[in-house]
């Protein structure tokens, strides 16, 4: 898609609502908003000439008219991406998706971004049409890992568990289908379902990234099943601030540190043991039927070797 790279600054004077444009309602208050922070989110246009013509932000752009009539502000310029109109397939696509979507919030503007870089699309493509760089579709890709558990936890989605007696440990899912076919035709299993709801409370982008450290470190040991604990830990408790999302991903990876920091047990080698057991009986040297008393009394109590000395 070619859209400009940056976010541009255009003549408020050179946007044209074009035909499909509807008079928005209620917008007081992002007009004031607008007014007191400036505009964050910049509208979509596609240029026609010297004008331009809104594709998204139609209510953007009438708080700012707003503002500049009712409220005593004076706005020349809007940021904007600028699409071009001739657009191929997959790029239309992408622009529909993101033109029907309200995205008010970093958090949902990322979320919309790994979307699509799930989807296929290239990552020079996605940061165009958002007015982003490169380097922040690959920070948002780490940022917001591809785990269904973590996803439903992301979006105030709903968690469905039951508990697996067989392993000891509760197995997640994230809807129905996975559910049942886990349980197949065991109806006194399904029975047992039970489910995390969610909270009120959104996340904001900042939090992601104890919880991603935990993910890759879970990836790395093969026990994503114990990740998807922790966030439905998180879920449980409603837990969505930094500092409580922080202190409960420490936890987890002191705990995992702890696992791996125990030493392995030693394994019985034979071998070793009977050459430092001959090494012992060398300085001893003792007689042939002292010997043959040693080893059998070795094997009587279950050592299978023998010790053997050199003349």
């Known amino acids: 898609m070619k859209t400009s790279k940056t976010i541009r600054n255009i003549p408020i004077s050179s946007i044209l609502k074009g035909a499909n444009y509807r008079e928005p309602k209620n917008i007081e208050q992002l007009a004031i908003s607008i007014k007191s922070e400036g505009q964050i989110v910049p509208i979509h246009v596609t240029k026609k000439k010297d004008n331009y013509i809104v594709l998204d932000g139609f209510r953007r752009l009438a708080a700012v008219e707003f503002a500049n009539r009712d409220l005593g502000a004076n706005f020349e310029t809007m940021k904007a991406v600028i699409v ?156 969505y601030d930094k500092p409580s999302i922080e202190r409960v991903c420490k936890s987890y990876l002191k705990s995992i540190n702890a696992e791996n920091m125990k030493k392995p047990e030693k394994k019985f080698d034979k071998n070793i043991v009977s050459q430092k057991v001959t090494n012992l009986f060398v300085k001893f040297k003792p007689d042939s039927d002292t010997l043959a008393e040693i080893n059998r009394k070795f094997t009587e109590n279950g050592l299978n070797f023998e010790i053997i000395i050199k003349k």
Do not use: W
């Open 84 to 239: 071009e109109e001739n657009l191929g397939e997959s790029d239309r696509a992408l622009m529909q998706m993101l033109l029907n979507e309200s995205l008010q919030s970093p958090l949902e503007k990322a979320i919309k971004i790994s979307e699509l870089v799930e989807k296929g699309m290239k990552p020079k493509r996605i940061a165009e049409a958002f007015g982003v760089k490169e380097a922040y579709i690959s920070m948002i890709k780490k940022k917001i890992v591809p785990d269904d558990i973590f996803r439903l936890y992301l979006n105030n989605g709903t968690i469905i568990f039951i508990n697996d007696k067989e392993n000891n440990k509760r197995k997640y899912f994230s809807n129905l289908e996975q559910l049942n076919k886990f349980v197949g035709n065991d109806v006194e299993k399904l029975k047992k379902a039970s489910r995390i709801v969610p909270g009120e409370d959104k996340l904001n982008l900042n939090c992601l990234d104890p919880i991603a450290d935990v993910y890759y470190k879970l990836k790395e040991l093969e026990q994503i099943d114990l990740f998807q604990e922790m966030i439905a830990k998180l879920q449980h408790k409603k837990i």
